[in-house]
C-alpha cells in the first residue's frame, strides 16, 4: 500500500462513487448559518425534498446578532428577519439550532467544535469560508455555496473533485508574543492570497504540533485566505483531549474504537505532496497587514512597502490602491500607525485562549485616549460565561475595554457593530478587504495580543517590549 | 438552472487583481432572503458614489462615471474580463447571483477563487481561465475596441474574438455536461441514493459514534 496523505485518507474515506475523477463524497456535519441557508432551505420546499439526515445538521444565528443588550430583539428589520427564518426553517426540518439567548449559541465556527460536532475523521461543510477552521482536528472541512448547502441538505453528499496536496511545515519553537495567528498571516504573506488555490493545506512540524486546539483552528481558519479550501492538523493527544468528554463526542463505550481509528489520521511516512512550504518558527515575528488584501502583512517592525520598489504592474497597481484606501504613505514605520477602533473577536480569535491574552496585555492599562472604541466579542455564550468565571471581563471593563454579546460582529459589520469611514482598526479577525468592517473602514489584521497592544498605546506595537 | 452553449457578448473590462466576494456584492445585501434582485448591486462600492443599503432606489443613486461598468460604451455586457484570483474570499453565492441578475454569463480570467469558481457553475455562470498573456491581449483590445463582443463556444470550448483569433479553454467535463444541459445537480445525485444508502449504512457500522 502507497503511503498516503491525511487528505488523501479523508478523502478516499468519504468516497460514495466516483466517474472520470469528480466524487461524490458524504458528508458527515453540516453546520447552518442564517446568511447562506433561507435560500436553500426554500430551494427545498419548492421542491418538495426533506433533509437526508437531519441529526447531521447543526444551526447557530451569528451573522446578524447584536452583541449589546438583546432583550429588545434586532433593531434592524432585515436582519431580524433573516435571523427569523432560520428559526422557521429549522423548526419546519426540525433542525437543532442554538438560538440567540441559548449559552450554546455563538459563531459556527466556535460553536461546532466547542460541542464536540466537529470530530476528527469527519467532513465538515458550512456555507461559510472559514469552515476551513474544523480541519484543525483532522477533519475535511471546507466551504461551501448556497446549491451546494441544498445539495447536502437533500443528499448527504457533495460533488467534489479532489484537490492537489500541499504541506506547510513549520519547525521550531514560537518566540514570546507570537501566536498561530502571526504564523497563518506569515503563510500568507508568503504564499499569497492565491497561493493554496486548488490545494488542500495540511499544517505540519514541531512548530504546530507544539500549537493548542484552538491556536490549530486559528491557523487552519485561515487556510481559505491562502486560498485552499481545506487546512487540516494530523490527530494526536492534543487533538483527543480536546474533543474528550464534549457533548457531542464519542459516548463511553465507543471511546475506544473512535480513537483508536483517529490515531491513524495523520500523513504516512514518505507520503507525497504535490507543494511544500517551509518557514522556521523562530523567523516569525508578530504580524501586521497594511493593505486590502491579507497577503498585504509585514512584521510590526516592518515599514509600509514603497509601490516604487514593486516591478510587476498590476502588483504596483494594488499597492498603489491599497495605500490609498487605506490613507497610508509609502515607508511608514508600522509602529507608527495610530489607530481609531479595536475589535478582539470573529472566528479567527474568540476562543478562551484569545481573550486570556489579550487580557495579560490589558491588564493594569487602560485604553489610549485616541483610541474610540474597543470591543472584546466572545465567539460564544460558553466562551463569554468561561471568561467571566475567570475574571477576564472585569480586566477588560477596567481597562476601557467594551465587553460584549457573542456574534460575528464587526468581522463583517452585518449587525449594528462598524467602522465608520476612514476610521482604523486593530482586528483579530481574518479580512481587511475593501469595506469589511463598515463602508470606508481600514482594517489591520492582527494577534489577539497585538491588538491589546495597540489598544493600549494607541498605535500597533511589538508587543513583546509590553510582555518583557 | 439556465443551460450555457452559445454566447457572443459584449465584454467590460475589470482591472483589479484579487477581486473579493465582498466587493462584488457588499455584506448589506446578504440580509435578503432571496435568491433574485442583487443585480443592482452588484460592486455596489465602487459602481456608486455614495453608500447602498437595501430597499434603496438604485436608479436614482450617483454613478460612479469612472467605473467601467457606469461607461456608455460597456452597457449591456454579459462577458466579465477580469484579473487573477477572482471571487477571492467569503463563499458567498450572491457573488454570483449579483453577476448572474446584473447580465453576466461568462467571466474570463487568469485565475479564480475555488469556492466562487464551483458557486457559478451552479447557477449557470460560466468561468473561463485563459493564461495570463492572453488575458493581457484580451483587457488590451477590449479597451482599443468599441463594441468589442466575444463568441464564446462552450460546446467547443473556444473564445473568439472580433479580429477571429481564437483561444481554446479547459472545463471540467462533468461540469460542462451540467452547463451545456441546464441541469440540477440535486437530481443527479438521486439517481444514486441506493449507493448513498449502502455507504450510510457501512459508516454507521463502522463509526456510529458520527450518528449519535
Ligand atoms: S466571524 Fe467573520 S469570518 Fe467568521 S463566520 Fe463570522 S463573519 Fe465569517
Redesign the interface.
Known sequence: MSAKTLYDKLFDSHV??E????A?I?I?RHLVHE??S??AF?GLKI?G?KL??I?SVLAVPD??VPTTDRSQGIA?P??R??VE?LDQNCSDFGVTEFKMGDDRQGIVHVMGPEQGAT?P??TVVC???H?STHGAFGALA???????V??VM????L?Q?KSKAMQVRVEGKLGLGVTAKDIALAIIGRIG??GG??YAIEFAGSAIRGLSMEGRMTLCNMAIEA???AGMVAVDDTTIDYVKGRP????AD?WE??IA?WRTLHSDEGAHFDAVVELKAEEIEPQVTWGT?PEMVTAVNGRVPDPAQENDP??R??IE?ALQYMGLTANTPIDQINIDKVFIGSCTNSRIEDLRAAAAVAKGKHVAPNVKLAMVVPGSGLVKAQAEQEGLDKIFKEAGFEWREPGCSMC???NADRLEPGERCASTSN?N????QG?GGRTHLVSPEMAAAAAVTGHFVDVRQLLN | MEAFTQLNGLAVPL????V?T??II???F??????AGFGPNAFD?WRYLD?GE??MDNSQRPLNPDFPLNQPRYQGASVLLA???FG??????HA?WALLDYGFRAIIAP?????FF??CF??GILPIILSAENVDTLFREVEATEGYKLLVDLTSQTITTPQGAVYAFEV???RKHCLLNGLD??GL??Q?VN??KA??AN?KAS??????
Request: aromatic share 8%.
Open positions: 460514495v462513487r466517474e472520470n475523477g469528480t461524490l458524504y458527515d446568511v447562506t433561507p435560500q426554500e421542491a425534498r437526508w439526515r441529526s451573522h446578524n434592524d432585515i436582519s428577519l433573516q427564518t470530530l475523521g469527519m456555507g461559510d469560508s469552515t471546507h466551504g461551501i455555496g448556497t446549491s451546494e441544498e445539495h437533500a443528499t448527504q453528499c460533488v473533485k492570497t492565491a488555490t486548488g486560498g485552499a479550501r457531542y463526542a464519542p459516548r465507543q474504537a473512535a481509528y488584501s498590476t502588483k497597481g494594488g490602491r463583517l459589520a452585518m479580512r478587504f475593501e469595506g469589511r463602508p | 482591472d483589479r487583481a484579487n473579493d465582498d466587493a457588499p455584506k448589506q446578504l440580509k435578503s432572503i432571496k435568491r462600492e453608500h437595501p430597499g484579473r487573477e484570483n477571492c474570499g467569503s463563499s458567498r453565492e454570483p485565475s479564480f477563487a475555488d469556492i464551483n458557486n451552479k447557477n471540467d467535463a462533468f445537480d440535486i445525485t438521486l444514486h449507493e448513498i455507504f450510510e459508516r463509526q456510529p459514534w458520527l450518528f449519535n
